[in-house]
């Protein structure tokens, strides 16, 4: 079953068409990647699924709801979980409180009181330990290296148990043994979650993606795996350059 489907999606600002008729079909489990040159429109097309920009016509679908006119709140409610360049975790609380937080920030008194219940702590050692920081649990965010609180952030996105989860170059700024370390927890997440993600780093793409999707000026550019992309004679005129 799709689990994310976008239809003839299209954003104008002003004169400038950013997102221009995309189709795009993510399967439940799949790791896909989003690639293209700069203002391609990959960013915008993450802003539209998560509500952050409203299109200017096309569908959105999670499952077989139609979110395409849902606040953005609703749509984070209805399970799309989005992770943005900059961190947004709290820096004065250490890594176990930044999940807390996250999970509190649920309606309700009933659910904070779940995060003390010992299923949700069981859940956030076993997200911790999924993205390697079981032994910075007591950690201020602030004294996290990069690589460390970008894995925070995505932990807390696990917590929130999202249908579809999307990365916007979540390896920017990370070291080489980050980005290793990244491409094993992504290798590990795919098939349990369904992520899109914008990554530059081709290495890094090839590590982790079985189907990747090309945009170029707004458009769907080319879909397959990476071998079929790369040998692809449009993809090389636009985007890698030889
Ligand atoms: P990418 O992430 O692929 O580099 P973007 O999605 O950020 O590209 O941008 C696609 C195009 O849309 C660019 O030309 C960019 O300048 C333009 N754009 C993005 N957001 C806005 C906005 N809010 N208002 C006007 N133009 C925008
Ligand atoms: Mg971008």
Known sequence: MAALTLEALTVKFGGLTAVNGLDLQIRDGELRCLLGP?????????????????????????????????????RARAGVGRKFQTPSVFKDLT????????????????????????????????????VGLEDAIHTRAENLSHGQTQWLEIAMLLMQDCRVILMDEP???MTVQETRQTAELFRTLRGDHTMIVVEHDMTFVRDIAETVTVMDMGGLLAEGSIAEVEANPAVREAYLAD
Do not use: H, Y
């Open 95 to 130: 890594v176990i409180e930044n999940l807390e937080v996250g999970r509190s920030s649920e309606p309700g008194l009933l659910s904070t009181l779940r995060v003390f219940r010992s299923p949700v702590r069981g859940r956030m050692r076993e997200v911790l330990e999924l």
């Open 171 to 173: 390896t920017a700024g």
């Open 38 to 74: 700069n203002g391609a429109g990959k960013s915008t097309t993450l802003d539209l699924i998560c509500g952050k920009t409203a299109p200017t016509s096309g569908r959105i679908i999670l499952g077989n709801q139609d979110i395409t006119n849902l606040p953005e709140f609703k």
